[in-house]
């Protein structure tokens, strides 16, 4: 099984933040820490309860709001159904997240982490496919088992209107790295092609 759980990371993950960190008073966010607040620590990749997005090469530079999604643990380790048999965990297929959905679930932190575990072991062993079994997929299949909002009908279609429709960007840098490739495509047609 493909699937890497959160303590295979925790020595790893903790020595490569302190060792950036030498300077500042910051903790890092390590695995399996109970968190007393839910902020985003873009730094340290941490977004705790998101949905997080990221473009796919290619892909989004021709449309895009088509992107990659994963899903994030009480303490902001984002997990993704990254390909066949594979989800990832803690590595972010396709770089850095763009943008964010923040989640509000009615549940302690373990159980919201025992939905992302549920599904990650499903996921592990699917095929991936980019129009059926995919990142959304993983993803709504996680706010199905947490019966997010009291609904248990999450799909594709569902998760990528919440990422269109209720998603914050990082920052300014990202938002316009994520329209950037499109725009000059788009410019290039109009200015070469036309």
């Known amino acids: 099984m493909a699937t890497r759980h959160l303590q295979d ?15 500042h008073d910051v903790t890092p966010q390590g695995f399996g820490i109970q ?9 340290y990749q941490r977004y705790p309860y998101c949905i997080v997005w990221t473009p796919i090469p290619l892909i989004s530079w021709l449309i895009p709001v088509i992107g990659h999604t994963g899903i994030a643990t009480a303490d902001g ?23 964010y959905v923040q989640l509000e679930p009615e549940m302690d ?7 992302i575990k549920k599904a990650d072991d499903k996921y592990a062993d699917e ?33 990528w209107l919440l990422t269109v429709t209720q998603s914050k960007y990082v920052n300014i840098k990202y938002c316009l790295r ?14 070469f092609l036309k």
């Open 77 to 99: 380790v984002i997990h993704d159904f990254a390909g066949s048999n594979f989800v990832s965990v803690d590595d972010f297929a396709f770089g850095d997240p763009h943008k």
């Open 127 to 159: 095929a991936h496919n980019l129009i059926t079994n995919n990142c959304h997929s993983h993803v709504a299949n996680v706010l199905n088992h947490a019966r997010y909002k009291g609904k248990t009908d999450w799909n594709m279609v569902s998760v």
């Open 109 to 115: 932190a373990s159980t919201w982490d025992s939905c």
């Open 178 to 191: 994520t329209y950037l490739a499109f725009l000059l495509l788009l410019a290039f047609y109009f200015i």
């Open 35 to 43: 968190r007393q607040n839910s902020d985003v620590n873009v730094k």
């Open 9 to 23: 990371y925790k020595g790893e993950r903790m020595m490569a933040d302190e060792e950036d960190d030498h300077d």
